[in-house]
């Protein structure tokens, strides 16, 4: 049973790809099973600081096979220009492969994702999609209209194919947004280009995961967003529209619950939103401020200013039962250096009651008052921290703490952003 999947516990941007890049050391195969280049992990090594969009975080270790699953919507051009960057500092790519069945993000649906979006927000509903097509890609794939990465490698089906879909998509962007048409030439010519330039890279993943699996190779599940993100579990309608959860990565590779040995959440100290949606515990003050300038909490994808708050142990405790969470991993914890009294969300007043379960509809959640609890912190530094030894015991406190409200133990704690900075707890491998 050797995979091992890296869930966001919260709403994305949890710091999962220092943690997968520091486990896909001791990885035989990285594999991303959902969302698109709406991500964005970060990696630092010695050899400087690398963003990660659609690529597994994986690539960065010499011998690491590296996986796009079917689960994933791919944008070629955004995938060939990181492919291109990666190769400019000398990275191997050879030993990266993308589902023949994932799903291409085609022109139109980045397009239609602004242009919906624009009519969201002039009725005030704007959702703060990052306008990389991921939702009308999906929309298309559930509709059965969506075009595949195999579908690229045969031209003549292709042709056929995209004429329908196209006449449909520009019907929708003409009539409806009275927006421009877009060229079926020319988009079935840039579709003919990309598969030419991405045919070495696609092909039937599951092969290569079965076998993986049969021999007893470790594989990492690479998750993108976050569990409040999900589209069934998250905080809907202000969500991604892919499964963020640890379901996710079944359907997304293509693989049995059965092979998962571990499930990690990926948790910050605190916690971050970008876009709209509830954040109960959401600090539009100075320590808000402050921890987004300190953490420098701004969108690696579109560069927009995260909301910052304290840590909601309610939404933690929910991620912690949807995905079964086995080993909680908490990051940024030197954010909150020199903070006091640091504040824990134990549970929310609604009406007047005090509940503790997450509410399903976003207007309850918008609704819900945070409950919180004051934990004293620290002075002394956690940064660069390697044992428990090393922190004050406020935050060795702190740290138990969640461990008592999200009922899971906490195995890793990053003190920082550099693939050592880390105190393990206990070894997932
Ligand atoms: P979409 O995924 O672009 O459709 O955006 C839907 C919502 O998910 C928006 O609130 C985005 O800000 C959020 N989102 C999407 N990807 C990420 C991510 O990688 N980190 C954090 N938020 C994200």
């Not at 919260?10 to 280049?37: P, Y």
């Not at 049969?214 to 569990?227: C, W, Y």
């Amino acid at each position: 049973m050797p995979a091992y999947a890296i869930i966001g516990g919260q709403w994305g941007d949890e710091g999962k790809g220092k943690v997968v890049d520091f486990l896909s050391g001791e990885a035989d195969i990285v594999a991303r099973f959902n969302g698109g280049n709406n991500a964005g992990h970060t990696v630092i090594t010695d050899l400087g600081e690398f963003k990660f969009h659609s690529i597994p975080v994986g690539i960065l270790r010499p011998s690491t096979t590296c996986i796009i699953g079917n689960g994933v919507v791919v944008n070629p051009d955004a995938f060939l220009e990181e492919i291109y960057s990666l190769q400019a500092r000398s990275v191997d790519v050879s030993r990266l492969c993308i589902s023949d069945r994932a799903h291409v993000i085609m022109p139109y649906h980045t397009m239609l994702d602004r242009l919906e979006e624009g009519i969201r927000a002039e009725g005030g509903g704007a959702l703060g999609t990052t306008g990389m097509g991921i939702g009308p890609a999906y929309m298309d794939k559930a509709a059965r209209t969506g075009i595949r990465m195999v579908d690229l490698l045969d031209e003549k089906a292709l042709l056929t194919r995209l004429s329908f879909v196209l006449e449909q998509k520009n019907a929708l962007i003409t009539k409806l947004y009275v927006g421009e048409p877009l060229s079926l030439d020319e988009t079935y010519e840039k579709c003919r280009v990309w598969g030419r330039e991405l045919k070495d890279y696609i092909k039937p993943v599951e092969p290569i995961l079965q076998e993986a699996l049969a021999a007893g190779k470790r594989i990492i599940l690479e998750g993108a967003q976050g569990a409040m993100l999900d589209i069934d579990h998250g905080t809907y309608p202000y969500v991604t529209s892919s499964s963020s959860t640890v379901g996710g990565a079944c359907t997304g590779l293509g693989i049995s619950p059965k092979h998962i040995k571990e499930i990690a959440g990926v948790y910050k100290a605190y916690t971050t939103r970008v876009g709209t949606g509830p954040l109960p515990t959401e600090l539009n003050d100075e320590i808000g401020d402050f921890i987004r300038k300190r953490a420098w909490e701004y969108g690696t994808t579109t560069g927009r200013p995260r909301r910052c708050g304290w840590f909601d142990a309610v939404a933690a405790r929910y991620s912690v039962d949807i995905n079964g969470i086995t080993s909680a991993v908490i990051t940024r914890l030197d954010v909150l250096d020199g903070i006091s009294p640091i504040r824990v969300c134990v549970a929310y007043r609604l009406n007047g009651e005090i509940i503790n379960r997450f509410p399903t509809n976003a207007s309850t959640l918008e609704a819900c008052e945070p409950v919180y609890e004051d934990l004293p912190g620290w002075e002394k530094p956690t940064a660069s921290a390697r044992n428990i030894a090393d922190l004050p015991q406020e935050a060795v406190n702190y740290v138990e703490r969640l461990e008592q409200l999200m009922g899971c133990s906490i195995d890793v704690i990053s003190t920082g952003p550099g693939r050592d900075e880390a105190i393990i707890v206990r070894s997932m491998f």
